[in-house]
């Protein structure tokens, strides 16, 4: 038996630190907060400014998920997608819930 243990990827760019990837494996074991919780204490002893993330317009949960921990939108990308498939035309046009996947949406969390 394999196990999968819980994973946060991030960039680093300049004052930033930017979430590329969180794989909790278990929804609900409160394992996403407890890596952001990490990420967020990493990026204050380093002096970042902020911490930021992109997705896409049908990835609700995503979205909930991080306005409720105090992200906000900071920019729209309105038919994004568009380029990604001319990198990775395997991108499917629809997305979660039947939306058609289209945009991509930055969010960024102020640090102090």
């Not at 930033?16 to 990420?39: F, W």
């Not at 990198?87 to 979660?96: E, H, L, Q, R, W």
């Amino acid at each position: 038996m394999s196990m999968r243990l819980p994973a946060l990827t991030y960039a680093i760019e300049h004052w930033a630190r930017e979430i590329v990837t969180i794989d909790a494996h278990k929804e609900g074991c409160g394992t996403d907060p407890a890596l952001l919780d990490a990420l967020k204490s990493l990026a204050m002893q380093r002096a970042c400014t902020r911490i930021t993330l992109f997705t896409t317009n049908d990835n609700i949960r995503a979205q909930r998920y991080f306005k409720n921990r105090g992200f906000r939108i900071t920019a729209f990308y309105p038919d994004a997608m568009d380029a990604v498939r001319q990198i990775k035309p395997d991108v499917p046009i629809t997305g979660d819930y039947g939306i058609p996947l289209r945009d991509i949406i930055q969010f960024e969390l102020p640090l102090p």
